[in-house]
């Protein structure tokens, strides 16, 4: 079974610019996630769909990052403008379904805002 | 108060000693628990789920207390191999997946 497939894998931008990152979940996981990771830190939840809608998206800055996943299978995470402190690895991860599961992830993306 | 809390460690133990992990979480209507293994510059990977009886996976045993709200995760006969961060993962309703900041294990010759 293939895994959740994430690119790219490393991006360097400068700071204003814009980013966008893609998922494509494992198949026929109804359940994405969108993670942050800092340095040091755990992963963060930004965004959560299940299927094409909304579940959670309370900690996702609303006013430079945005997702999507309109047809309910791969996503895309945008940030713009970029700024220093969204320097972080971006994880995507899915579920096959809503209640008590266990996410699988990809390998992330490992944004750096200079 | 933090979500999901974990002692940051590092924990730096010897081959063939036990250690143990926990983990408070705040919302007690969470359904289910998880802890992950990452490695260095790695993502997450399941290690095991835990369960209210507790459950046990070779040397890797997970223990939940409702009453309290915390879980833990005990690590017997540590082999080098077992050095990465372990974090702590509650479901906080919908299947939202809320992380620990995560416990750094170092296993020493």
């Known amino acids: 079974e293939a895994g959740v497939a994430q690119s790219p894998r490393y991006k360097i931008i400068e700071k204003r610019q814009s980013v966008a990152f893609w998922c494509n979940p494992i198949s026929g996981h109804a359940t994405l996630y969108w993670y942050q990771q800092i340095l040091g830190q755990g992963p963060k939840l930004l965004i959560q769909f299940q299927n094409n809608g909304v579940v959670d998206d309370s900690q996702l800055p609303k006013d430079r990052f945005s997702a999507e996943r309109l047809k309910g299978v791969d996503s895309t995470l945008k940030i713009q403008p970029a700024k220093l402190e969204d320097s972080a690895v971006y994880l995507c991860a899915s579920s096959p379904r809503i209640s008590n599961t266990e996410a699988f992830f990809g390998q992330g993306t490992r944004l750096t805002v200079v | 108060r933090k979500e999901v809390e974990q002692d940051p460690g590092p924990f730096n133990v010897p081959e063939g000693a036990t250690v143990a992990f926990n983990c408070t979480y705040s919302n007690s209507a969470s359904q289910s628990f998880f802890w992950y293994r990452q490695d260095c510059r790695k993502e997450p990977k399941l290690l095991m789920s835990v369960y209210s009886s507790g459950n046990e996976d070779g040397r890797f045993t997970a223990q939940l207390n409702r009453a309290s709200q915390y879980i833990s995760l005990l690590i017997r006969d540590s082999k080098l191999s077992d050095s990465a961060t372990y974090l702590c993962?509650?479901?906080?309703?919908?299947?939202?997946?809320?992380f620990g900041a995560g416990t750094r294990l170092a296993v020493h010759p």
């Open positions: 993962v509650v479901n906080g309703g919908y299947n939202k997946l809320i």
